[in-house]
């Protein structure tokens, strides 16, 4: 017998919700067990000490209202300030600040170093204040810096802007990490994560749509480019403000849950962690972590993949307009539909993955669907086909990006394992949108060939350390099952294929 704890339609067959078995008990009851295999899949030994599966199905429903949502909105509106570059390029901000050469690849490029060193940081001072507060201060902050996009009158003052935009931007990303891995068990995690990351950019794809409408304002002192900034940076602000009093804290301290649902959350997830002892933060433990070949795999695995997500955001636009002939307004629109793609994929394939406990297969079909993508895009035969390259090459991109996230927590028994891994696949995320936003060169207008040939090999290079991770993990789990090597340090732990 199976029982689903089941929050989204169509979830009934999901395996992160999915009791496997049952084991008779005294009086005629039952415990259900979560099957710990290969694949990694968490041990919770017993739903009875946990809550009635109907007590479990109202809070983990409640969970996804709580936490998904809000969530998504607030990080769409920070990927809708961080990418309406390349609309605004196309609605006149190139020809007003007259852009040399390089000028429009490097006011994408100072975005990233300021994001890179205040991704840690930004860990550092959530975890000694609330989520509430923290994540209403980055998004008012990044939307004020966004409306001062539009107010800027020479090439200086944009870099400026763009420069402090990373610095506010740096802490989201990681705090929605932070806290949706804090709310669900390890295989509740994917599923959730994928639909924020990918649902949140499908929201900001409307702010094509937005940018069109915008930009049709134009005044004496204000041209129709300025005023995509100005409206969006306080659309940002209002909708920070009002977040505040909608976002919650974590599951123990949640006001939004009822006392019994607290309860059930708060053991749900401690059964989930009491498999691994946690251990004292230490430099001497940071070091022997950061020692540990794989996660640098995860993390370079995750800045190729960026590349190929911000060099299309970023001018994608641009290949419309230039490479394609659509005129800019429309090259604004037909910016949005790829990111609809990319939410489908994200929320079908996220939910198989979970269901079978594998992420590897899941990630090299990805990347092979950004090689189909951008090679119909570069040098398809006509302009319908190479507009549908553009599809799979950022729904590919979009989705594998949270997906090598859950492969990496999957596979680090301990929070100092998982908090190290995501802060340094965020990290070296953000070098890899400086690759993004430099490869993609003005000179190589329309076609952008050498950008092309850049986000091919890191596609390359993802598929193949996908396989020597999975190759590794296999070898591991097999001599674990043979001989009982312990794997991580932990007891019982097993690799995630």
């Not at 994540?135 to 008012?140: P, R």
């Not at 950004?370 to 507009?387: A, F, H, N």
């Amino acid at each position: 017998m199976s029982v689903a704890i089941t929050s989204f339609d169509g979830d009934q067959q999901m395996a992160e919700d999915t009791i496997a078995s049952t084991t008779p008990l005294k009086g005629g009851s039952t415990t259900s067990t979560f099957q710990h295999e290969e694949h990694g899949e968490p041990k919770i030994e017993s739903i009875d000490s946990i809550a009635s599966s109907e007590e479990l199905r109202k809070t983990i429903r409640r969970m996804d209202l709580v936490v998904v949502p809000v969530m998504m909105v607030l990080l769409a509106f920070c990927y809708i300030d961080r990418s309406n570059m390349g609309l605004a390029a196309v609605a006149g901000m190139a020809a007003e600040l007259d852009f040399k050469s390089y000028q429009y690849s490097i006011s994408l490029l100072v975005f990233f170093p300021g994001y890179a060193l205040f991704v840690i940081p930004s860990n550092y001072v959530l975890h000694r204040t609330s989520v509430r507060y923290w994540l209403t201060f980055l998004s008012i902050t990044f939307g004020l810096f966004t409306l001062g996009m539009g107010l800027i009158r020479n090439y200086a003052g944009l870099v400026a802007m763009r420069v402090f935009l990373g610095i506010c931007e740096a802490g989201v990303y990681p705090t929605v990490i932070v806290v949706v891995s804090s709310w669900y068990p390890r295989y509740y995690f994917g599923r959730r994560l994928a639909l924020v990351v990918c649902g949140a950019s499908l929201i900001s794809s409307l702010s094509g749509i937005l940018a069109y409408a915008f930009s049709r304002i134009n005044t004496a002192d204000y041209a129709g480019w300025r005023w995509i900034f100005i409206l969006e940076g306080t659309i940002t602000v209002l909708v920070a403000v009002g977040a505040f009093f909608v976002l919650d804290e974590y599951p123990e301290k949640s006001r939004l849950l009822s006392e019994e649902q607290r309860d059930v959350a708060v053991r749900l997830i401690a059964q989930d962690r009491e498999e691994h002892g946690e251990e004292k933060l230490t430099v001497k433990l940071v070091i022997r972590t950061l020692g540990d070949w794989k996660i640098w795999i995860f993390g370079i695995m995750y800045m190729f993949c960026v590349a190929t997500t911000y060099g299309m955001a970023y001018f994608m636009p641009l290949i419309l307009n230039g490479q394609m002939g659509f005129t800019g307004a429309l090259s604004q629109v037909l910016t949005t539909p790829p990111y609809f793609y990319s939410f489908f994929l994200a929320a079908g394939l996220s939910w198989m993955s979970d269901r079978i406990r594998m992420r590897s297969p899941f990630v090299i079909f990805f990347s092979l669907n950004v090689i189909m993508g951008i090679v119909l895009t570069r040098w398809g035969p006509s302009t319908g086909s190479q507009y549908l390259g553009l599809f799979f090459t950022l729904g590919g991109a979009l989705v594998n990006g949270p997906m090598i996230i859950v492969f990496g927590q999957n596979n680090a028994p301990t929070r100092t394992k998982r908090s190290l891994i995501s802060g340094l696949q965020l990290t070296l995320g953000a070098v890899g949108g400086i690759i993004g936003s430099t490869v993609f060169r003005s000179q190589d207008a329309p076609s952008y060939t050498p950008g092309v040939i850049v986000v091919l090999c890191c596609t390359v290079g993802i598929i193949g350390l996908s396989l020597l991770l999975a190759w590794h993990f296999h070898l591991q789990n097999r001599l674990h099952k043979e001989t009982g090597r312990i794997l991580e340090g932990q007891e019982g732990f097993v690799y995630t294929l």
